[in-house]
């Protein structure tokens, strides 16, 4: 049994939530001016721009009709 069900809306959506407290906590601690966490949050926001990108790129467009049996919705 998994912990969590990873699938691509899941991982994107803890990705962002991690970056997204980890961006509160920071501002919140006032450590935000700090040389080497700016570069681990943004760094990390890169890492999730390139992730989805790839994604994105892997990606296929799903036909919803078969192609042995067109039909004719025009009536």
Same mark, same amino acid.
């Given at each position: 049994?998994?912990?969590?069900?990873?699938?691509?809306?899941?991982? %994107?959506?803890?990705?962002?939530?991690?970056?997204?407290?980890?961006?509160?906590?920071? *501002?919140?601690?006032?450590?935000?001016?700090?040389?080497?966490?700016?570069?681990?949050?943004?760094?990390?926001? *890169?890492?999730?721009?390139?992730?989805?990108?790839?994604? %994105?790129?892997?990606?296929? %467009?799903?036909?919803?009709?078969?192609?042995?049996?067109?039909?004719?919705?025009?009536?």
């Amino acid at each position: 049994m998994k912990l969590l069900p990873l699938n691509k809306n899941s991982l %994107a959506l803890i990705t962002v939530a991690v970056l997204s407290i980890g961006f509160f906590i920071s *501002g919140l601690m006032q450590i935000l001016d700090y040389f080497i966490v700016k570069v681990l949050l943004f760094g990390s926001f *890169g890492i999730l721009i390139v992730i989805a990108i790839s994604y %994105a790129f892997q990606n296929e %467009a799903k036909k919803n009709r078969p192609e042995e049996l067109p039909q004719d919705d025009l009536h």
